[in-house]
Every structure is written in structure tokens, then in C-alpha cells.
């Protein structure tokens, strides 16, 4: 019998998933996140180590029966000294297994739509889009410095509801939903605590930043227009990320496209800007076929070829209840 892993990292998350040939899944595990930005590329690895060991122990399952792992990272393709070493890295740690290591919007995109073309978009703490065509062609868009990209990501919104708390507060727009909940949040006694809160403990962590994505979002739902006017500009900027994607590698449009994320917990506020802007070129929203980390299991099991993929994908189609023909 033969075993695969996949590893889907995030900044805020790290999720954890063993399977066999068949498809089965034997154990499942989340921890914290591990971008290397934030924890440094030791501390990452060693992290993600700790993950594998946990998750293989849950299964009775030793290190060296392990056959493949596809491995999700943020921030891999962004600097090329640092891919080599933590590659390199886990070459070493997962040796006499085949391993697969890609950025993280990529285990997304493999689990969304099973590894076919198509377009995915990763909205968690940061924002990404990665878009493969029938030839193997691929691009991604986005996924830049969270100081002057990400947009649409949680941490985006993070700091848009710092900005947007601080106008509810000094009276440039209406207090809405938001400037209550922040208070009750916080604590504060007046409003301009909310400057020291936020420069001592969140500013500098990107994955506390994007946390209070958590209180627009439960103020969008008490009906603060502001907030959900920051979800449909988040919409906007994914969208734009799919149609630069589009525009090279689909050039007749009518991609499909896919996506994963912390912010789509408010898809009510986000789908439908999407799929409108989406559809000005042809394309088409679908919904996530598999999740992240099963679509990293998947890219694990294509170590051992095709074949054991497809059968593997075929099976949790059946599970799920859709035709073995069926698409997204």
C-alpha cells in the first residue's frame, strides 16, 4: 500500500492530509501557519516537520512507508535563494520520498479543479491567483509584498478596517455595525486606544491583520454598508487578478475559474461581484471541487504518475457524488 501526503500552508493555517492509493483518508491534522516571512525558513520547516510527524502518528503510519507528499508554501517562487534552501531543505527531511513543493495558490488551483485548466484565486492572509491551460501553460498574478499588494486578501481587508474604523470613529463617514463591534472587541474607553492596540500586536503580524477581516465581515452582516463596500473592492481586485490571467494563457476566454480562502466566509458579499466581473471576459465561477489539501495529496500522488492521480480524484468524485465524466 501506498501513501501520500499533502501539505496545504498558509499564513495563518497549515492544514495536513494522509491518504492511500485508494484515496482513503487516513488522518487529517491543522496547525499554525507557516510562512517563512513571519517564522524564518528553519522555523517554517521545523514546523511543518512537527505537522508531518503529528499527522503520520495519527494513522500508525512510520516516515520511511510514506511514498510522495505535494507540498503548498507561501511565498515560494518569490525569492530564489530562499526556494533553493528550503526545497533543498525538504528534499533532505522527506528523503526516500518523492516530494512535490509549489506555492501555496497552486495546491488550491490542483484541488479546486482536480488538476484541469482553469484559473484559481487564493484570497486567506494574503492573495494570489495561478491559472494552467490544456498546453501546460501556466501564470501566476498577484501575490506580491503585503505592503504594496495583496489586494483582496484578508490581510488587505485587515488594514482597510483599521482605516474604516478609524473614519466611523472621527465622524468622516456614519458610524455603522463596525465602529461598535471594534469597541466591544477591544475594550476601548475611547477610540484612540485603538492605535496603540493595533500598532503593539497586529500591525507586525500579518496573520493578526488579517483576523479582523473576521469583524468586518460580522459587521457586513449587521448590514454596515462601508464593510460591504470593502468586500465588493475586494471582488474587484480578484477579478482583475483572473483576468490578467486570462488575457495570456486563455486568449478566447471561457475559462473556468475556482477559488479558496479565508475570505469567501462572506461569499455572499464577494461571489457575485466576482462572477459578474468574471463573466465580462468569458469566464465562469465554479465552485472548489476538492479542498486545498486534498488537491495537495493530489499533487503527492502524480509523483507516481498520472494514473494513480486520476484514480485517486475519480474516487472522491464518486464520494462526493458526482458522475465519474463530470467536470466544475
Given amino acids: 500500500m501506498k501513501y501520500y501526503l499533502g501539505i496545504d500552508g498558509g499564513g495563518t493555517k497549515t492544514a495536513y ?7 482513503s483518508f487516513l488522518s487529517q491534522l491543522e496547525t499554525e501557519g507557516c510562512s517563512y516571512s513571519e517564522l524564518g525558513a528553519e522555523k517554517m520547516i521545523e514546523r511543518l516537520m512537527a505537522g508531518t510527524e503529528s499527522c503520520l502518528q495519527k494513522a500508525g503510519i512510520s516516515f520511511n512507508e510514506l511514498s510522495a507528499a505535494g ?32 506555492n501555496d ?3 488550491g488551483w490542483a484541488g479546486s479543479l482536480g488538476m484541469e ?45 483599521m482605516e474604516l474604523f478609524s473614519k466611523q470613529a472621527d465622524g468622516r463617514i456614519p458610524a455603522g455595525p ?44 449587521q448590514g454596515d454598508e462601508s464593510a460591504k463596500s470593502l468586500y465588493r473592492e475586494a471582488a474587484e481586485k480578484l477579478g482583475m487578478m483572473a483576468e490578467s490571467i486570462a488575457a495570456e494563457i486563455f486568449p478566447e476566454g471561457k475559462a473556468l475559474v475556482s477559488y479558496s480562502g479565508g475570505l469567501f466566509h462572506g461569499k455572499e458579499f464577494v461571489l457575485p461581484v466576482l462572477e459578474e466581473k468574471i463573466a ?20 503527492g500522488a502524480a509523483q507516481d504518475g498520472k494514473g494513480q ?13 458526482l458522475s465519474e465524466n463530470s467536470s466544475v
Fill in 17 to 23: 492530509l494522509l491518504v492511500d492509493e485508494n484515496g
Fill in 117 to 161: 485548466p482553469g484559473i484559481h484565486l487564493v484570497s486567506g492572509t494574503g492573495s494570489i491567483a495561478f491559472g494552467k491551460n490544456k498546453a501546460g501553460e501556466s501564470k501566476r498574478s498577484g501575490g506580491w509584498s503585503a505592503f504594496f499588494g495583496d489586494e483582496g486578501s484578508c490581510c488587505w481587508l485587515g488594514r482597510r478596517t
Fill in 309 to 321: 492521480m486520476d484514480r485517486m480524484k475519480e474516487r472522491w468524485k464518486c464520494a462526493a457524488g
Fill in 178 to 221: 463596525l465602529y461598535h463591534i471594534v469597541r466591544e472587541r477591544f475594550q476601548l474607553k475611547q477610540d484612540m486606544d485603538f492605535i496603540a492596540s493595533m500598532e503593539a500586536e497586529y500591525i507586525p503580524v500579518r496573520s493578526k491583520t488579517a483576523s479582523l477581516q473576521k469583524l468586518l465581515l460580522a459587521a457586513a452582516k
Fill in 71 to 102: 507540498i503548498g508554501l507561501p511565498g515560494l517562487g518569490e525569492n530564489l535563494d530562499m526556494d533553493v534552501r528550503i526545497v533543498g531543505t525538504l528534499e533532505e527531511r522527506f528523503a526516500g520520498s518523492s516530494i512535490c513543493c509549489v
Fill in 105 to 107: 495558490v497552486e495546491v
Fill in 280 to 299: 465580462g471576459w468569458k469566464g465562469r465561477l465554479a465552485e472548489p471541487l476538492f479542498s486545498p489539501v486534498q488537491g495537495a495529496a493530489l499533487l
